[in-house]
């Protein structure tokens, strides 16, 4: 039992008033496709808007062309003018938009987990051959609908945070198993990966 008390020691400083560092760590696995894909968004539209200034030049120099071969440059400077004006609404634009993909950078940078308590975390369990692991309950894992306590998992095993949505559960006994639950695993290396292969069996 001394592993597995280190272990609960262990998680219970790294989790010190409340389960924030735990569920942080499990978060930072989950959102990052949400980050990428958010930073995607606006990259894709910074792209756009840069588009749009580049059409809106070219046309900008064929009306100038055209005009001055037409020499009806100042009878018609209120089209140069209005082309102008767009080019620069774009530009404020894309200005803005940089600015929101910076701050959104600066944003998931800081919204990271406190890497020394994990770190050192992992290097207690290692000591001991142990491991902690993150994974999610798939859509044909039998444990699903299952109590904690009514499925037969390895004793050296810790069932950690669920993080279920935006809901963080310290699960119990009556803790149930629900399809796309986040789980962590802490224990030795060998009980996390049967732990891992009973919740979601290799097919």
């Known amino acids: 039992m001394e592993f597995f008390d280190k272990m609960k020691d262990s998680l219970t400083k790294i989790s010190k008033g409340s389960a924030d560092v735990a569920r942080e760590s499990v978060e930072k696995i989950s959102d990052k496709a949400t980050e990428l894909s958010t930073l995607s968004k606006i990259k894709m539209e910074i792209k756009s808007i840069e588009h749009k200034i580049e059409e809106s030049l070219t046309e900008f120099g064929k009306i100038f062309y055209n005009l001055s071969k037409e020499k009806k440059l100042i009878s018609k400077k209120d089209d140069l003018t209005a082309v102008k004006i767009k080019v620069q609404d774009l530009k404020e634009k894309l200005i803005s938009k940089n600015e929101e993909f910076k701050e959104t950078c600066k ?41 904690l306590k009514s499925v037969t998992l390895p004793k050296e095993v810790l069932v950690g945070t669920i993080l279920r949505g935006d809901k963080v559960i310290i699960p119990d006994g009556t803790y149930m198993f629900k399809k796309d639950d986040k789980i962590t695993l802490l224990g030795k290396i060998e009980d996390v990966e049967k732990t891992k292969t009973i919740i979601n069996p290799v097919t």
């Open 107 to 147: 944003h998931y940078t800081s919204v990271t987990i406190d890497k020394e308590k994990i770190k050192t975390l992992k290097s207690e369990l290692e000591e001991g051959g142990a491991t902690i692991d993150h994974f999610q309950i798939e859509d044909n894992s039998p444990v699903i609908g299952k109590k």
